[in-house]
């Protein structure tokens, strides 16, 4: 997309200025710009001290215009070719998710279940387009009708799909003209989420769910998570409940689950481990979710107990399990039991209770019990950064000294994470200023009292690309911000998800030399501090970057990225080639650093 001043140097001018006009242009320029230091430096001094500081003003100043127009002559000036403005991608990709081509994958000879897994080694090498919504998409609703109601043209599902879905929650469910209603728990008495919810608290001895907390149960992984319903119910008790479930090509659980805002991404039991460190749930819970636990020796219910933390519970609603229970009960005593039972008692897990097609098992707090258990080995060595690796038919965890029952653990202090809690705090007052058109207006000023706010709950979900200590995370919380974030920790960085899990928040190791496991636009705000410099270190394009972040972006979403001067320019260049619109914020603390402030547009076909 071409800048505004070259838009009105073109019209000008008919053809493009010549190179020596436009040294004289920047000659102009640069005296313009020392006169406007001499004569209005007292001007903006007087103003920027008058102003709180934890709101950034230097994109309202006529300077950093000046300075922008500047930069902008000079890249023309020294020859700098305008690069095109990239296409956009066919019909066919308007859910397109990289790393899930399974036609691709079966010509490769990949079988067994793998076809369905990630792999991105066959992804690569496809031409650089912007991934379009569908022809009758709209911008999702506002939470927190939007948790209960989503536009049917923003997901793929087709009525047929619905009605053929075995899953508990199609119950929860009313396919409309244009829209997908959920179904709230108000009045239904069968196979409500609440009442699920309820059953499992009484099973392991609470009095109701809303005491999950006060027992240590802070962080789900809910598999084949239908609709995200369940999970949406546990996040209104303030858990974090991430649905993992495989790709679809429609009518997919993780799709369904972000577009009403709910925490989800695409993971597999087929033949690798999950992108998590070991102990990272307090809950790991299955309805129906269609895996055969005790296949392939046990590795899945290995791969659980690899994520549960001690003390945790593995929730399990399945008909099949129960008929298996019930064809064990009715033998004689003691001669004969189901596979899922014999290998339940090898990772040392207790059966808390059944009741119905519900079961409930719960990991040993006593990690010297699996040395007693000779047939499954212990791992060697720590999985701290795990990444899509092979599942492995040994026991993780029991030497970290992450090993802490659920029931035993202490709050955390935001200290011992070495952030500055209120540098996070000013920040995100700084970004919510920031959230609006008018720093994209042609006169750039100040809002002012009589100018409306950002759009109540405009902002459902944002993910952190480079998370650190999840610090922007605690912030959101600590400013009852009706957002859940998706820390992201980068490969090949100090690697602090397993402290991020720990805090309760949703986390996943990623590498972002590939694309990041998601439906395009299923985030409403994407934020980085650092990532640009990271990219560059790791010899990854910033282009390819910048293009996963637009396809996983909503339209009208935001983009907020930190960094230097130098990989933040580089990045402004090419967000105009995306059509974003885009302004660099100078911080005015006296560093060389940035923020790069984007809004994605609403391209309409």
């Known amino acids: 997309m071409r800048s505004p001043l070259f838009t009105k140097l073109s019209i000008l001018f008919r053809h493009r200025p010549s190179v020596s006009w436009l040294v004289l242009c920047l000659v102009s320029v640069f005296g313009l710009i020392a006169l406007l230091e001499s004569s209005y430096s007292s001007t903006f001094d007087s103003v920027a001290s008058s102003t709180n500081p934890d709101v950034h003003t230097s994109y309202r100043k006529l300077k950093k215009l000046v300075r922008n127009d500047y930069l902008e002559l000079n890249s023309l000036s020294v020859g700098a070719n305008w690069i095109k403005d990239i296409g956009f991608c066919g019909k066919e990709r308007e859910n397109y998710v990289p790393c899930y081509n399974v036609s691709a994958n079966t010509l490769t000879g990949l079988k067994d279940g793998e076809e369905f897994d990630r792999h991105c080694e066959l992804s690569r090498g496809q031409p650089h387009c912007l991934v379009r919504p569908p022809k009758d998409y709209k911008i999702p609703l506002t939470w927190p009708a939007g948790r209960d109601i989503i536009w049917s043209g923003n997901v793929r599902l087709t009525k047929d799909q619905f009605l053929s879905s075995?899953?508990?929650?199609?119950?929860?469910?009313?396919?409309?003209?244009?829209?997908?209603?959920?179904?709230?728990?108000?009045?239904?008495?069968?196979?409500?989420?609440?009442?699920?919810?309820?059953?499992?608290?009484?099973?392991?001895?609470?009095?109701?769910?809303?005491?999950?907390?006060?027992?240590?149960?802070?962080?789900?992984?809910?598999?084949?998570?239908?609709?995200?319903?369940?999970?949406?119910?546990?996040?209104?008790?303030?858990?974090?409940?991430?649905?993992?479930?495989?790709?679809?090509?429609?009518?997919?659980?993780?799709?369904?689950?972000?577009?009403?805002?709910?925490?989800?991404?695409?993971?597999?039991?087929?033949?690798?481990?999950?992108?998590?460190?070991?102990?990272?749930?307090?809950?790991?819970?299955?309805?129906?979710?269609?895996?055969?636990?005790?296949?392939?020796?046990?590795?899945?219910?290995?791969?659980?107990?690899?994520?549960?933390?001690?003390?945790?519970?593995?929730?399990?609603?399945?008909?099949?399990?129960?008929?298996?229970?019930?064809?064990?009960?009715?033998?004689?005593k003691g001669s004969m039991s189901t596979p899922l039972e014999e290998f339940s008692k090898k990772l040392c897990w207790s059966l808390l209770g059944q009741q119905e097609e519900t079961f409930i098992w719960q990991k040993t707090v006593n990690s010297q019990c699996y040395s007693s258990q000779l047939s499954i080995p212990i791992c060697k060595g720590?999985?701290?950064?795990?990444?899509?690796?092979?599942?492995?038919?040994?026991?993780?965890?029991?030497?970290?000294?992450?090993?802490?029952?659920?029931?035993?653990?202490?709050?955390?202090?935001?200290?011992?994470?070495?952030?500055?809690?209120?540098?996070?705090?000013?920040?995100?007052?700084?970004?919510?200023?920031?959230?609006?058109?008018?720093?994209?207006?042609?006169?750039?000023?100040?809002?002012?009292?009589?100018?409306?706010?950002?759009?109540?709950?405009?902002?459902?979900?944002?993910?952190?690309?480079?998370?650190?200590?999840?610090?922007?995370?605690?912030?959101?919380?600590?400013?009852?911000?009706?957002?859940?974030?998706?820390?992201?920790?980068?490969?090949?960085?100090?690697?602090?998800?397993?402290?991020?899990?720990?805090?309760g928040f949703a986390g996943i190791l990623h590498n972002w030399c590939e694309p990041f496991p998601t439906y395009p636009r299923t985030y409403d705000m994407l934020h980085a501090n650092g990532l640009l410099s990271h990219i560059d270190s790791q010899d990854c394009s910033t282009l390819e970057l910048l293009l996963e972040m637009d396809r996983i972006l909503r339209p009208e979403g935001w983009i907020i990225l930190s960094d230097t001067l130098g990989p933040i320019e580089k990045a402004r260049m090419l967000a105009t080639q995306i059509r974003w619109e885009a302004r660099v914020i100078d911080l005015q603390n006296g560093s060389d650093q940035r923020l790069l402030v984007c809004q994605k547009p609403f391209t309409r076909k």
């Open 166 to 332: 075995g899953s508990m929650t199609k119950r929860l469910m009313l396919l409309e003209e244009n829209q997908i209603a959920f179904h709230s728990d108000d009045g239904m008495m069968v196979d409500s989420v609440k009442d699920h919810s309820h059953l499992i608290a009484e099973m392991i001895g609470l009095g109701s769910d809303a005491e999950f907390l006060q027992a240590g149960v802070r962080t789900v992984l809910d598999i084949g998570c239908g609709f995200g319903s369940f999970g949406g119910h546990l996040l209104s008790l303030k858990l974090m409940a991430l649905c993992v479930a495989e790709y679809e090509s429609s009518g997919s659980q993780v799709q369904f689950a972000l577009e009403r805002g709910l925490p989800a991404v695409i993971g597999n039991f087929i033949s690798k481990q999950l992108p998590f460190p070991s102990l990272s749930y307090d809950m790991v819970h299955c309805a129906q979710c269609g895996i055969i636990w005790d296949s392939k020796d046990g590795l899945f219910l290995i791969e659980i107990d690899r994520v549960l933390k001690p003390g945790g519970y593995f929730i399990l609603t399945s008909p099949t399990t129960r008929q298996q229970q019930d064809s064990s009960t009715s033998a004689k």
């Open 382 to 503: 720590e999985d701290m950064q795990l990444y899509y690796q092979p599942l492995a038919h040994c026991i993780s965890g029991t030497s970290s000294n992450r090993w802490v029952p659920i029931h035993d653990r202490s709050e955390v202090d935001p200290d011992d994470f070495f952030e500055n809690s209120g540098f996070w705090k000013s920040a995100l007052r700084n970004y919510w200023s920031l959230l609006s058109p008018l720093i994209f207006s042609d006169h750039p000023k100040r809002p002012g009292e009589e100018d409306p706010l950002p759009p109540y709950n405009m902002v459902r979900n944002v993910m952190d690309m480079n998370a650190h200590y999840g610090g922007l995370n605690a912030a959101m919380l600590e400013a009852s911000k009706s957002v859940w974030v998706m820390n992201v920790v980068p490969l090949g960085a100090r690697n602090t998800l397993p402290l991020i899990l720990d805090r």
